[in-house]
């Protein structure tokens, strides 16, 4: 194993070194560098033409010698970095070399970038820290662009999850539940947050997804399906500083699942721990939706835009759901009791309008050109409620990306 990557380490360290001499001095052929760094002093002036002498011949020898060294000695940072190779012996020099490089630094930026443009070509650390991106940036751009008539899962989400990790001891896991009909971008928004915080996405190793009706569909065997999830959670969290566990259909976990999974929602007191107890727990469920959607629409007609439904206003009347919830269906009602869920993030019903935009974004996505008639013409084709008003999509967007194969050629 350690024969095959041996021509690649080589290549890299040549570029490496190239790069080092450049950095060191650089000039236009034909011209005299001016004097730089500690053999400056040491050229003393030179005749216009004549032969460099003894002192400078020194001074360059000197100066290449220590490139020389600089060279090795940021090789041994790049394995250790890049392979966990020589960590040990890098270590010992790390103070010999705070004190002693005269070197610019810029050169160990350098390196930085070099070993981020290797890790993205595929796994370089066993604990999966360089696949780890936390890009909130991109997450709060692509959840505007992207995710329509959500201004509420917007804002909570990108607020939530960059506080949680911008906290340097977290005292438990971040819990989000998000709550609202099929549709209205829970899954998508969970994806978002999967592939802005890893660079593999869902694919990631310190990602996982549970589908209640797929992973845990027999009741008889909950007592099995309790110790594999420990086990995968234990796992993921003991490979992973940072891991995100995603609970689809939420409402249909049988309550033993949630007991399973609450010690590791819970807090606990991180003193003598490492950070690596850093998890986020999304739950996915349909429940609270008509609670939702009755807020909306007693908005709608007063006249009253849905971007002034506070946050307050739902969050409030989706606890007094979920705490009423029967005991043996959904055990959020559980999960609120002991404030294990840090947010309840609602999800409003999706108007026309919203339906047009996602029959946008659809064919975007599959490169398809696209009239405004064409985006009307998906729109009527969903369901739309209450009876009499029509105005929230029964189904959301869910089914659009389908409906765009009826304008295939």
């Given at each position: 194993m350690g024969h095959a990557r041996l021509p690649a380490r080589r290549g890299l360290g040549c570029c490496i070194l190239v790069l080092l001499l450049l950095l060191g001095g650089s000039g236009s052929p034909g011209t005299t560098p001016p004097p730089r760094g500690p053999w400056a002093e040491e050229q003393g002036p030179v005749p216009e033409g004549g032969p460099w002498g003894r002192a400078r011949y020194e001074a360059v020898k000197k100066h290449l010698g220590a490139v020389g060294a600089l060279s090795k000695q940021y090789w041994q940072y790049l394995a250790c970095k890049v392979w966990q190779e020589g960590c040990e012996e890098e270590e010992k020099g790390e103070e010999e070399?705070?004190?002693?490089?005269?070197?610019?630094?810029?050169?160990?930026?350098?390196?930085?970038?070099?070993?981020?443009?290797?890790?993205?070509?595929?796994?370089?650390?066993?604990?999966?820290?360089?696949?780890?991106?936390?890009?909130?940036?991109?997450?709060?751009?692509?959840?505007?662009?992207?995710?329509?008539?959500?201004?509420?899962?917007?804002?909570?989400?990108?607020?939530?999850?960059?506080?949680?990790?911008?906290?340097?001891?977290?005292?438990?896991?971040?819990?989000?539940?998000?709550?609202?009909?099929?549709?209205?971008?829970?899954?998508?928004?969970?994806?978002?947050?999967?592939?802005?915080?890893?660079?593999?996405?869902?694919?990631?190793?310190?990602?996982?997804?549970?589908?209640?009706?797929?992973?845990?569909?027999?009741?008889?065997?909950?007592d099995s399906y309790k110790a594999q999830l420990q086990r995968q959670i234990s796992e993921t969290l003991q490979h992973c500083k940072q891991a995100l566990f995603i609970f689809d259909e939420a409402e249909k976990l049988h309550s033993s699942l949630v007991d399973a999974i609450k010690p590791f929602m819970a807090h606990h007191n991180n003193e003598g721990q490492a950070d690596h107890q850093r998890s986020i727990f999304l739950f996915l469920s349909n429940l609270g939706g008509n609670t939702i959607n009755e807020v909306a629409l007693d908005f709608w007609r007063a006249g009253r835009a849905?971007?002034?439904?506070?946050?307050?206003?739902?969050?409030?009347?989706?606890?007094?759901?979920?705490?009423?919830?029967?005991?043996?269906?959904?055990?959020?009602?559980?999960?609120?009791?002991?404030?294990?869920?840090?947010?309840?993030?609602?999800?409003?019903?999706?108007?026309?309008?919203?339906?047009?935009?996602?029959?946008?974004?659809?064919?975007?996505?599959?490169?398809?050109?696209?009239?405004?008639?064409?985006?009307?013409?998906?729109?009527?084709?969903?369901?739309?409620?209450?009876?009499?008003?029509?105005?929230?999509?029964?189904?959301?967007?869910?089914?659009?990306?389908?409906?765009?194969?009826?304008?295939?050629?």
């Open positions: 070399r705070e004190s002693s490089w005269g070197f610019p630094l810029v050169g160990q930026d350098y390196l930085e970038i070099l070993s981020a443009w290797y890790c993205s070509f595929g796994k370089c650390c066993e604990m999966g820290d360089c696949r780890i991106i936390n890009n909130i940036t991109g997450l709060e751009a692509d959840l505007s662009g992207q995710l329509h008539g959500q201004h509420l899962a917007k804002e909570v989400v990108v607020r939530a999850v960059q506080g949680f990790l911008q906290s340097p001891r977290p005292q438990k896991a971040l819990v989000l539940s998000f709550h609202g009909w099929s549709g209205t971008g829970k899954n998508f928004v969970a994806r978002m947050v999967a592939s802005h915080l890893y660079r593999d996405g869902l694919k990631s190793d310190c990602v996982r997804v549970f589908v209640s009706l797929l992973h845990f569909p027999h009741h008889t065997y909950v849905r971007e002034e439904i506070s946050m307050e206003l739902l969050e409030q009347r989706l606890r007094l759901e979920l705490q009423e919830a029967a005991e043996d269906g959904y055990a959020h009602s559980h999960l609120l009791r002991e404030n294990l869920i840090d947010v309840l993030v609602p999800f409003l019903p999706l108007e026309y309008h919203h339906v047009k935009l996602c029959a946008r974004d659809a064919f975007l996505a599959r490169g398809l050109p696209y009239t405004e008639a064409m985006l009307n013409e998906v729109a009527q084709m969903m369901v739309f409620v209450p009876k009499e008003e029509k105005l929230f999509s029964a189904q959301g967007c869910k089914s659009v990306p389908q409906r765009i194969n009826y304008f295939l050629p």
